[in-house]
């Protein structure tokens, strides 16, 4: 069953939309309708949905303001924008801005509207499939060097505005070459995911742990308030990783 919030105050293209997805014969459908934006947030923040129909002229929202609003309150859902005019240049702005596909109502025919909102949804699993690949190690799941950059930049600039510090701690793992040399890859890289959850479990959530190569680490701890507390964090790693895999 797939689930799908309908955002239309029009109450003949909503029952036209919901009378196209009950003939689609691939997936079940399940449309909750609402007719305004205030709805259609409380709804997002209440329900779990699939995608989104999303009317951009409705009683309390217009335009690309309301695609924003959608996204701000369900960054990760798709959005199928429905649109009573033809504009290429407002088709494109809405993509660009995050919908993945612009229907107009009176061009929607037969399967158009079922098949749209099924190619959303894979569309935004691609995306966010893609965009955890650019930013995540695909072994460890740990951050990555690039995605560390930016945790890093992000920390330097809370730490300016709130005067408060952080600390960073990077470490390798001594004689691992020898692991991968006697015992094999597969061995190596079972030390590495074993490592990666042992750093996880030594830090808070707000701090970040990244992979940087190899048998690279670094830590960001977040607030830090003195050397001391570092110091109490990074002994707690070493320890940690000091007990015997097996």
């Known amino acids: 069953m797939v689930k799908i919030l309908l955002v239309e105050d029009n109450v003949v293209d909503a029952q036209l939309a919901q009378d196209i997805l009950s003939d689609w014969n691939a997936d079940q459908f399940e449309v909750v309708h609402v007719t305004d934006l205030k709805q259609a947030l409380a709804a997002l923040g209440r329900d779990r949905f699939q995608a989104v129909l999303l009317d951009l002229s409705l009683p309390d929202g217009h335009g690309l303001a309301t695609l ?3 996204q701000g309150t ?28 612009y229907l107009v109502k009176g061009q929607i025919q037969g399967d158009l509207l079922a098949r749209s909102i099924r190619y959303a949804i894979e569309r935004k699993r691609t995306e966010e499939r893609l965009t955890y690949l650019a930013q995540y190690d ?7 060097r690039a995605l560390f950059r930016d945790r890093l930049e992000q920390a330097v600039v809370r730490a ?38 042992r750093l ?14 190899g048998d690279e680490f670094t830590v960001i701890l977040e607030g830090t308030a003195s050397e001391a507390g ?13 007990q015997p895999c097996a």
């Not at 369900?74 to 993945?100: E, K, N, T």
């Not at 695909?138 to 990555?144: E, H, I, S, W």
Request: with cysteine.
């Open 68 to 70: 924003q609003e959608v």
């Open 138 to 144: 695909q072994l460890t799941g740990l951050v990555n």
């Open 160 to 197: 300016r505005r709130t005067n408060q510090g952080f600390a960073l701690l990077l470490l390798d793992l001594d004689r691992f070459k020898a692991v991968n040399d006697t015992l094999g890859h597969d061995a190596g890289d079972a030390v590495l995911k074993i490592v990666a959850e």
């Open 230 to 242: 570092a110091e109490t964090v990074a002994k707690r790693i070493v320890q940690t990783l000091a």
């Open 200 to 213: 996880k479990s030594c830090v808070r959530e707000v701090d970040t742990v990244a992979r940087m190569g």
């Open 74 to 101: 369900s960054p990760g859902i798709p959005i199928v924008v429905l649109s009573g005019f033809a504009d290429q240049a407002a088709a494109l702005q809405a993509v660009q801005q995050g919908a993945q596909d």
